[in-house]
């Protein structure tokens, strides 16, 4: 089941990364003085009491004139508008009101969302309160006095996104349907094989990057059985710096991702597989999902005997963190090796399912052991007490050991490896959980 997406929207300087890194408990973007520096990570998974979400920050402004701001905040709200669930919408006590926030706030309240309105850098409650009040006149519900530096007013605001969650229910019936995400590069080919496979053409396809408008939900039949394809929507306009289409694609991906229970990382076989690529990769591989890389085009390459060998050896060197990753070669326009896709999605959900009886782990566990002596520092040696599953999608274990610092991570992949020759889990990420037990 997805988690709720949250989006933060605002103008430079109201302190949008410096909220985002608050909430995400960790400095992951760039903060500066300077409006517009926002340039690393995009997004975070936020915990609040037992609530998940995932926070996206739709940065990047340039401030060249008031007309850019305007025009460029539109763009991140809607964004925002079409990506998330919960949209939190940044202004800044010190700068007051302004005409752009006034602009954006209409944009949001017609777009139906839930919006969240909040006020920073309110470092006095006592002082600045009466400060705050003014942006009642935006019409978009009460604002919410925080300081995003001295982490304060945090608890209300959560409590107020949270509020504003889709319920839960009436998923069930929708989890038996397989979810492919169909993610990569504008351009690659994303509609056509989604096209191929349903046999219309449904998704809009043509040579320009960046033509598929938005997500598009698809309901695909293969033998039977059903299965919902998610195309990441492609780029909004196609005049725009490179970078700024690269976030919005980011931004794209994750949501996507984030819905999946399989993604389908398509790379073009004439360009190769590039650094985009990798990053798109590693949002699927940090989210635990099934991951089956197709690499489209295939019909373009001039082969010899070792062309498919010397293709597949760069892409693992690539995307080297992802060795579990399923890869086929297709061709959308002809059609080649397409219905291929169908059986690695089903064999991945599979294995994304695949629960192993703790007697057996053990029994691996033990082996593993006994083969490969566990590390030890300063005299002190790692002990693995014993080894349990608690999750699937992705396949999660939790190793019991005397002290986890001994635990390297050499050493729990080495495990990892062991699982995976028993039991394959062919096409799908595994999670280790390291907890300290007293005793020996």
């Known amino acids: 089941m997805s988690k709720p997406i949250v989006a933060i929207v605002g103008r430079p300087n109201v302190g949008k990364s410096t909220l985002f890194n608050a909430l995400a408990g960790e400095n992951i973007s760039i903060v500066k003085d300077t409006p517009g520096v926002t340039r690393d990570r995009i997004y975070a998974d936020v915990s609040w ?11 990047g402004i340039e ?5 850019v701001i305007l025009s460029q905040m539109r763009e991140q709200a809607q964004i925002a508008i079409d990506t998330a669930d919960v949209i939190l919408f940044l202004t800044d006590v010190r700068q007051g009101l302004v005409d752009a926030d006034a602009k954006v706030a209409d944009m949001l309240r017609r777009s139906q969302k839930p919006v969240v309105l909040v006020v920073n850098k309110v470092d006095s409650f006592q002082k600045l309160l009466g400060d705050v009040y003014e942006f009642y006149n935006l019409g978009i519900g009460d604002p919410i006095p925080v300081s995003a530096a001295s982490r304060l007013g945090m608890g209300d605001m959560l409590d107020e996104v949270v509020r504003h969650f889709p319920e839960q229910e009436g998923e069930e019936e929708e989890e038996e349907r397989p979810r492919v995400a169909i993610v990569g590069k504008p351009n690659v080919g994303k509609s ?3 096209n191929r496979l349903m046999g219309e053409n449904r998704v809009i396809v043509s040579d320009i990057a960046g033509t598929t408008r938005d997500a598009i939900d698809t309901e695909v039949q293969h033998h039977g059985r059903e299965y919902i394809f998610i195309d990441t929507a492609g780029l909004r306009r196609k005049n725009k710096v490179k970078e700024e289409l690269e976030r919005y694609s980011i931004i794209r991906t994750v949501t996507a ?10 790379i073009d076989a004439v360009e190769g597989v590039t650094e985009q690529d990798a990053k798109i990769a590693g949002i699927a591989h940090e989210r635990g999902k099934g991951v089956i890389i197709a690499v489209n085009k295939w019909d373009a390459i001039e082969k010899n005997d070792k062309t498919i060998y010397e293709y597949t050896n760069k892409i693992r060197i690539t995307l080297a963190y992802m060795p579990y990753a399923e890869m086929v070669f297709i061709s959308a326009l002809s059609g080649q090796r397409l219905p291929k896709l169908f059986d690695l999605i089903d064999m991945v959900i599979e294995n994304q399912n695949l629960r192993i009886a703790t007697g057996v782990l053990n029994e691996i566990m033990t082996e593993a052991v006994a083969l490969q002596q566990p590390p030890s520092d300063k005299g002190k040696r790692l002990k693995l007490f014993y080894m349990t599953q608690v999750a699937v999608k992705p396949p999660t274990f939790v190793i019991f050991v005397n002290d986890k610092e001994l635990m390297h991570f050499s050493y729990t992949r080495y495990l990892e490896n062991k699982i995976r020759e028993a039991f394959g889990f062919r096409g799908t990420a ?8 007293g005793g020996e």
């Open 49 to 59: 009491l037992d609530k998940n979400f995932t926070l996206i920050d739709t940065g």
């Open 63 to 67: 401030p060249d004139s008031s007309d």
């Open 192 to 194: 056509s094989i989604i």
């Open 257 to 266: 991702v984030e819905r999946a229970d399989v993604v389908i990382l398509v």
């Open 430 to 437: 595994l999670r280790f959980l390291i907890r300290e037990r």
